[in-house]
């Protein structure tokens, strides 16, 4: 019985240094061993984008958005926005492809012959969009000449303009209301016409645009 006790003893005393050695490993712990006050932290979004109102979403975007300004890329890039909102996959109630609504007899004219490939494609539609600007360069380069420089109802006319103008209508349309000082003009199936392209795209950088009879997109 006294066995017993004793072991009973030494179990309960056990217990109780453990508990103990617990007790004071805890007490030890600061917890400012794990603050990170003093830390360099750097953050990479601005706290006050959380403050942002849903009606100014289109200031946000601006604010990521790199100035592109009159460049050739800002060329290309704010005629795709006009185009499609630079959606790559998308075909209009016509049957326009991609970012820059091609139609399919351009895209042959330039060497696409697979319009499901080509929407599928942002890479060979960026190509198409250069060689057929390079080709209405060519087409239009006599006018483009003759008429920049030029004001045609109350629009002064440089060769972004014209060659914007060229991508909406073809190059033909553009030298009929070129030559026609803007009496015959063009307006698409949405009713876009000659002269609002030659307004909104006027100025740019296209010098980047070689002239080029035979201008054809290249396959990898």
Known sequence: ???????????????CSLAFYSFTSEETVEAGNYSTQGL???YTVNPEIFETEASDLSNLERTFSPDLGKSFIGFKEALGFKESRNDYFTVNSH?????????????????????????????????????????NKWILRRDIKRFVGKTINGVEITESGILAAAHLSGPGSVKKYLRSNGAVSFSDAFGTSIEYYMKKFSGYDTSFVKPNKKAKVKKA
Do not use: D, S
Not at 1 to 15: P, Q, R, S, T, W
Not at 98 to 108: P, R
């Open 40 to 42: 360099a932290l750097n």
């Open 95 to 135: 049957g326009y492809l991609g970012k820059y609504q091609f139609g399919k007899e351009t895209l042959k004219m330039i060497g696409i012959h697979n319009p499901v490939q080509f929407l599928n494609n942002p890479e060979l539609q960026e190509k198409a969009f250069l060689a057929n600007a390079e080709r």
């Open 1 to 15: 019985m006294i066995k017993n006790i004793g072991g009973y003893f030494i179990v309960i005393l056990a217990i």
